[in-house]
């Protein structure tokens, strides 16, 4: 199994604590919409599950697949859209559901590409934030908690593949 040292950082109930407290506040701002949910996978599957189930207004729901090109572990930069959007984005209350934001690359990129489609509105709720590690400003709407700079695993964030399934957040140690 594991070679990797895993460093406890969030468990699951405190993960749960802030994941409600997001759910508030989008229940709140949101009240009388029918806002369109675009997950970015694979990460935030497992954020997507469990906030939903806790929203009071009613959602669409959709998923992209964006992938750097980098390695597992640093974003290059170069982003491209994988499994584009099914639903209409045009005139939506659009809320992007990511899992961690680090360099801010790829949800910059990626609310860029929906920024043209004419959403009525464009929002972001991300789980984790990496700020010490942002090469371009992202606003976060919503936001779970901060991470040091340090890579995560587990609630739905993997390292090669592995560890998505824990239920709890931890970092790698070197
Ligand atoms: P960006 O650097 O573009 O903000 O991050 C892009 C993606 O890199 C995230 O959506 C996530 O999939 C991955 N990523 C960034 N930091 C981490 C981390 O600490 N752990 C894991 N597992 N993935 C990360």
Same mark, same amino acid.
Do not use: W
């Given at each position: 199994?594991?070679?990797?040292? *895993?460093? *406890? *950082?969030?468990? %699951?109930?405190? +993960?749960?604590?802030?994941?409600?407290? /997001?759910?508030? =506040?989008?229940?709140?701002?949101?009240?009388?919409?029918?806002?369109?949910?675009?997950? +970015?996978?694979?990460? $935030? #599957?497992?954020?997507?599950?469990?906030?939903?189930?806790?929203?009071?207004?009613?959602? %669409?729901?959709?998923?992209?697949?964006?992938?750097?090109?980098?390695?597992?572990?640093?974003?290059?930069?170069?982003? &491209?859209?994988?499994?584009?959007?099914? $639903?209409?984005? !045009?005139? &939506?209350?659009?809320?992007? +559901? %990511?899992? +961690?934001?680090?360099?801010? @690359?790829?949800?910059?990129? #990626?609310?860029?590409?929906? &920024?043209?489609?004419?959403?009525?509105?464009?929002?972001?709720?991300?789980? #984790?934030?990496?700020?010490?590690?942002?090469?371009?400003?992202?606003?976060?709407?919503?936001?779970?908690?901060?991470?040091?700079? !340090?890579?995560?695993?587990?609630?739905? /964030?993997?390292?090669? =593949?592995?560890?998505?399934? @824990?239920?709890?957040?931890?970092?790698? =140690?070197?």
């Amino acid at each position: 199994m594991p070679a990797e040292q *895993l460093k *406890l *950082l969030f468990t %699951e109930e405190e +993960i749960r604590g802030q994941v409600a407290k /997001l759910a508030q =506040e989008i229940n709140r701002d949101y009240q009388g919409q029918y806002p369109l949910l675009l997950g +970015i996978l694979k990460g $935030s #599957f497992v954020f997507m599950a469990d906030l939903i189930r806790l929203l009071e207004v009613p959602v %669409e729901i959709d998923f992209v697949t964006l992938a750097s090109y980098g390695s597992a572990r640093v974003t290059s930069g170069k982003i &491209r859209v994988v499994k584009g959007l099914r $639903s209409a984005v !045009k005139g &939506r209350d659009v809320l992007v +559901i %990511e899992d +961690i934001v680090d360099t801010g @690359l790829t949800v910059g990129y #990626f609310m860029d590409y929906l &920024r043209r489609k004419k959403p009525s509105s464009l929002k972001l709720c991300a789980l #984790f934030d990496k700020p010490s590690r942002r090469e371009v400003p992202v606003d976060i709407d919503y936001r779970g908690f901060i991470l040091p700079d !340090k890579f995560a695993v587990g609630y739905g /964030l993997d390292f090669n =593949e592995r560890f998505r399934h @824990l239920p709890e957040l931890y970092v790698i =140690e070197d």
